[in-house]
């Protein structure tokens, strides 16, 4: 057998069965879903149904539905990457599943442009239902973060496609976000089970159908924290700056949305700079896709500098 | 080899007193292999430190004395991964086994890497959560070769495959400094990059695991299983590719081949299924009132992709029975035959019938009994061949098939590995897989934290060898 010779780039292709699709990095999320919609698909990871998916990817590592499936570091199985230089190399596989030598797939989705882009993405797709429900759940601050903690801990959870909190200085209270996608005879069930659970509480809970589907757009920064924390330091922030936070619950994850006018790096670092002590110890961290430069710590320096000098790229 | 092994002992001893020292042969001889047994490396000494500071220690003072190092867990690995391949010392992490938190709240815990899965699960049971990767060596297997390896599992078609759910983790570096990557949050912590991404699945190469934060999941509250017999492979993959894309989204999706199940239904564990069949047990979890609406519309699909037989239950006892085969059919491998080698790929599922015939038909001409089990939502194909290595020839015609298999499942887009790594195993295909640029970029990694293969030499690149 002959295998070919040179970089084994990924090509265009359209797997139905395993439900993979390989498609350039800077289309949007609304071409795809116009693509693979039609064979029974969908690609659930959306933060801006217009914005290229490399745009998406290097913003932020969660979208609302990643509730349910994770990162899109998890929902990307392979990618094509451009090397500073030019050189073309093939990260990933194109199946679902596999430890085939150093995660580099993963460890350069992280990395913003520092070390080259992505130029084509493989992503993993899921099965299209035929019906969805966003619900907003409205209500007393502490009753809403009872009931946020109630589904982290709920065998509904695997099911949600958003459990998110969101504040922001329109409201006057945070509210809380919950959506499925599934096939339309289960939407009543779920309907039902979303009000057993406000009504105790008595929480508002208006239901908006549709495809389920929710998306925020670009956040300006993102938070990383665990789930003790997520609820508590969204509630914090919101109330602290005014600004709009969404907490992804199952995630851990906080995305902040700034007016156009405040997306400067500066002021950016200097409202989340203070709280990074807080992130760093428990493992967390922050990011925005308007801040690069970042402190780099001696050690990693040294290692980063082996990297850059393997790699033939430029100190 | 460059170093006096007796003087790195006696050195050890005087510095690590609590650390375990094994030098004789017949101590040694229980490290000679992992799951891959036919592949034996001695190795010159084993060291048992007490605990994490020790193990850095002992690092430390390897690195100095230039010896190469091998972690190693359970040794349930079978890909030749925890194994002495160029001498050296092998660290045995088994004493490394508490449990240092459970986080209700937070769903995570904290857990030494020495825990086995089971000793986890067993924790986890009354908290109602769970930590979803379950290899088949579960049992004894410990979470510090399942990070090294990035195990999967049975249920990983859903939830996922161990890196999904390391949040963070403790490595002891080369020189013996203690760092971590990641913490409870699973960010980079203060690093500009996730390292952790690097370490998770690195199989030993990159630093010395002690320590991981791991995230946990809501138990299920109700799990229906799903057993189907079916009469050849056409309406076997009919049934896969429908369940792939069912809104019942299954954890498990599990097929044995006629040759997998005529072994069972011959041992003493048999079962009563038809021998010439296809198996496929089918796992959908969640809230009772879903997955109890979402039932009988698996039953349906698999009768409809044409079984002849479909069982199901949400009762525990009826699902291992169940389930049954499958768990007998690990274990009937080391029952029945002298040696036995479990290859692992990942495949896309429109090869499947493609490597079938392949591998019979090479199985058939080696006069090689092969049994094959698969994972079959996410294609990860285990064609297992049973041999006895002391027959003149076995051990060529095997290694023989698996690289042939290799070489076609790569050609086919497929991966070298779904979830037991490299190792030594199949070091040399890698080069098969990535191109020369990308091949180059793998391969600096180590060199990053290990410019010289001290750790683990001779795997994931079958050029990592150790230059004292």
């Not at chain 2, 690995?77 to 001498?87: E, H, K, M």
């Not at chain 2, 939502?377 to 285990?382: E, K, V």
């Not at chain 2, 195993?425 to 897989?433: F, L, N, R, T």
């Amino acid at each position: 057998m002959n295998l070919p010779v040179g970089e084994r780039l990924f090509g265009s292709f359209f797997d139905e069965v395993d439900g993979v699709v390989a498609v350039p990095a800077r289309v949007s999320l609304a071409e795809i879903q116009r693509e693979v919609a039609p064979r029974g698909w969908r690609f659930p990871l959306v933060l801006d149904r217009e914005a290229p998916l490399a745009d998406q990817v290097s913003a932020s590592a969660f979208a609302p539905a990643s509730s349910r499936f994770g990162p899109y570091c998890d929902n990307l199985t392979g990618m094509n990457w451009e090397l500073p230089d030019g050189r073309r190399v093939r990260m990933g596989e194109r199946v679902v599943k596999s430890t085939t030598g150093f995660d580099l797939h993963r460890f350069l989705l992280g990395t913003g442009d520092r070390y080259g882009r992505p130029t084509d993405f493989v992503l993993r797709l899921r099965p299209l239902g035929d019906a969805g429900t966003v619900w907003s759940l409205r209500g007393k601050s502490a009753s809403l973060e009872e009931v946020a903690r109630k589904l982290l801990h709920s065998s509904y959870l695997p099911w949600l496609e958003s459990l998110d909190w969101i504040g922001d200085r329109q409201s006057v209270e945070p509210w809380l976000r919950l959506a499925v996608h599934c096939p339309k005879e289960e939407l009543e069930m779920f309907g039902a089970w979303v009000q057993d659970m406000a009504r105790p509480e008595g929480i508002h809970v208006e239901a908006t159908p549709g495809d389920g589907s929710v998306s925020d757009g670009l956040p300006d920064a993102v938070l990383k924290t665990s789930p003790n924390y997520v609820l508590s330091l969204a509630r914090r922030l919101t109330h602290g700056t005014g600004f709009r936070w969404v907490g992804l619950c199952a995630c851990a994850a906080i995305h902040l949305y700034l007016p156009p006018e405040l997306r400067d790096p500066t002021q950016i670092q200097a409202l989340l700079e203070p709280l990074q002590e807080m992130l760093w110890e428990q493992g967390g961290d922050w990011s925005s896709r308007h801040v690069s430069s970042t402190v780099v710590l001696a050690e990693e320096a040294s290692w980063l500098a082996v990297l850059r000098k393997e790699w033939g790229l430029a100190a | 080899m460059g170093f006096s092994c007796g003087a790195v002992a006696q050195s050890l001893r005087r510095s690590s007193p609590r650390a375990r020292i094994l030098e004789a042969p017949a101590q040694l001889a229980g490290y000679d292999a992992d799951g891959l047994g036919y592949k034996t490396f001695r190795p010159d000494l084993v060291i048992i430190p007490a605990d994490a500071e020790e193990m850095a220690a002992v690092v430390r003072q390897l690195h100095q004395a230039r010896v190469p190092i091998t972690l190693r867990g359970a040794g349930t690995s079978l890909a030749g991964g925890p194994v002495a391949a160029q001498g050296g010392a092998i660290v045995h992490t088994s004493r490394l086994r508490a449990i240092r938190r459970i986080d209700t709240a937070g769903l995570w815990c904290e857990v030494e890497c020495g825990v086995t899965l089971q000793q986890l699960e067993e924790a986890l049971a009354p908290t109602g959560l769970f930590y979803p990767p379950d290899p088949s060596s579960g049992l004894v297997c410990t979470l510090g070769g399942n990070v090294a390896s990035n195990a999967g599992g049975a249920h990983c078609f859903r939830y996922g495959v161990t890196s999904n759910y390391v949040l963070g983790l403790e490595v002891i570096m080369l020189d013996g400094k203690v760092r971590r990557f990641g913490g409870p949050a699973g960010g980079r912590g203060p690093w500009q990059e996730d390292w952790k991404r690097l370490m998770i699945g690195s199989e030993g190469t990159l630093g010395a695991f002690t320590r991981f934060w791991l995230r946990l999941m809501p138990q299920p509250e109700k799990v229906w299983t799903f057993r189907a017999m079916f009469p050849d492979l056409s309406s076997t993959e009919r049934a896969i590719h429908a369940l792939v894309r069912h809104p019942s989204f299954p954890v498990a999706i599990e097929m044995m081949d006629p040759h997998a199940v005529a072994m069972v239904e011959d041992s003493p564990l048999a079962v009563g299924l038809p021998r010439d069949h296809f198996l496929l047990l089918v796992e959908i979890d969640g809230p009772a009132r879903l997955v109890d609406q979402r039932a009988p519309a698996v039953a349906a699909l698999l009768r409809g992709a044409g079984s002849t037989e479909v069982l199901s239950s949400a009762d525990s006892q009826e699902r291992a029975r169940l389930f049954k085969a499958r768990k007998a059919q690990g274990g009937l491998l080391g029952q029945i035959s002298p040696d036995f080698l479990v290859q692992d790929a990942v495949i896309p599922k429109q090869a499947l019938a493609e490597m079938l015939r392949f591998l019979y038909s090479e199985a058939e001409t080696a006069g090689i009994p092969t049994v094959t089990v698969m994972h079959a939502g996410d294609g990860n194909l285990h064609p297992n061949f049973l041999f006895d290595s002391r027959r003149p020839g076995d051990v060529e015609k095997v290694e023989g098939i698996s690289k042939r298999l290799m070489e076609k499942i790569v050609a086919a887009g497929g991966a070298l590995s779904g979830e037991h790594g490299i190792g030594n195993d199949k070091a040399a295909y890698m080069p098969w897989v990535f191109g020369p640029q990308t091949l180059r970029l793998q391969k600096s990694v180590s060199r990053i934290f290990d410019p010289r293969n001290q750790l683990n030499p001779l795997k994931i690149f079958a050029d990592r060898r150790f230059a004292a």
